[in-house]
């Protein structure tokens, strides 16, 4: 039997992880990256048990454990309030409830983990600064061509092409003609705020939930970096695109909440970052598919963007692996992920009209809230987080 040979567009998580997956069932992959080196944008990170259960398999979980945190709990507070309506348990609950953690930790410290883990396999091999690519011959055999930032080019044939390119892909809108992304009309305004200077504002031990009308805020600390990501959330009817500001463009009433106020006044390096969606019905084409952002980019009000992209990786992985028509293991991976993402992807929606509600609807909302009590994301949230996409 000839060895199986894949090309990976994106070393972001989901190519990293792809290439990861991939080569636990002796499938060499290239994977392509535009960057000059491992990059990724963005600060914080969630990572829920599902996603745990896939990492563990691929042999990373003892790399992530100094990079990441568990939180012990999720405060949620309602607007100028002093005391949180509850606290979600997480910590030593969550771990004893699903046999693996959540955790909060960097992108950049994902990705460098699951480059270096890369790195150490000789079935993987990663090449940075591609300007352009082509695929053709895609119901067949793919022929890609690739073109590096020196001129230099490069053909070669592959069993499979994946689309690991993001938000922005060009495998999905020039290959599978799929749509572009969309604005989702959301906004974050990001940063990272020494952790010394919280110590008064937030509980370092857990995850903050801050609630307004029309934003919400996130923060946890990233102990081992010694910061705090720190994420507001926002609707803007138009977006200027990626960029610094000193001042998060955040409605006047934020600075009636004095813990917001006072986040707000601990920095002047904001990342202005527009939240664009993805949902179209064709993953692949041909020996051509899509995993991560690049099939289905969604808000991040549940934090588990990354997590459906790694999910993604290692349940495509056998697939690609045992099929000897790579068509028919996109087609069986699509038929097998959609409803799941798709799902995931409302929740994340509803999640934002829930988090921005104006009064008087607040007041039922925080009323039901205190009612469920501490566990009742436990039952919520069970079909997310007992999910084993090792199985």
Known sequence: MTEKFIVIAGAGIAGLTSALALAKYGVKTLVLERNEQIQEFGAGLQIGPNAHRALNALGIEKAL??????????????????KPLVTLELGKTARKRFGVPYTVMHRADMVETLYAACKKNKLIDVEFAITDFEISNIDKSPTVKYKKVDGETQELSCF???????????????????????YSGYVAWRTLIDIDLLQDVINLENTTLMWGSGFHAVA???KHRNVVNVAFFTKETMSVGFGISETPNLPISMKNDPRLSKICSLTKNWTHWPLAAVKTPYWHKG?????????????????????????????????????????????????????????????SQSNGKIFHMTPPFTFARNSMVKIQGNMNHYSRLSWIYDFDPTK
């Open 287 to 347: 020996s051509v598919g899509l995993v991560g952002d690049a099939a289905h980019a969604m808000l991040p009000f549940q934090a588990q963007g990354a997590a459906m992209g790694i999910e993604d990786a290692v349940i495509l992985a056998p697939l690609l692996a045992s099929e000897q028509n790579p068509a028919t293991a996109f087609n069986i991976y699509q038929n097998k992920r959609q409803e799941r993402v798709n799902r995931v992807a409302k929740t």
């Open 220 to 222: 946890y600390p990233l």
């Open 160 to 182: 499979a092409f994946i689309g690991a390119d993001g938000v922005g892909s060009i495998t999905r809108t020039k290959y599978l003609n799929g749509v572009q992304a969309k």
């Open 65 to 82: 454990k100094p990079v990441s945190f568990e939180p012990e709990g999720v405060d949620i507070y309602s607007f100028t309030q002093n």
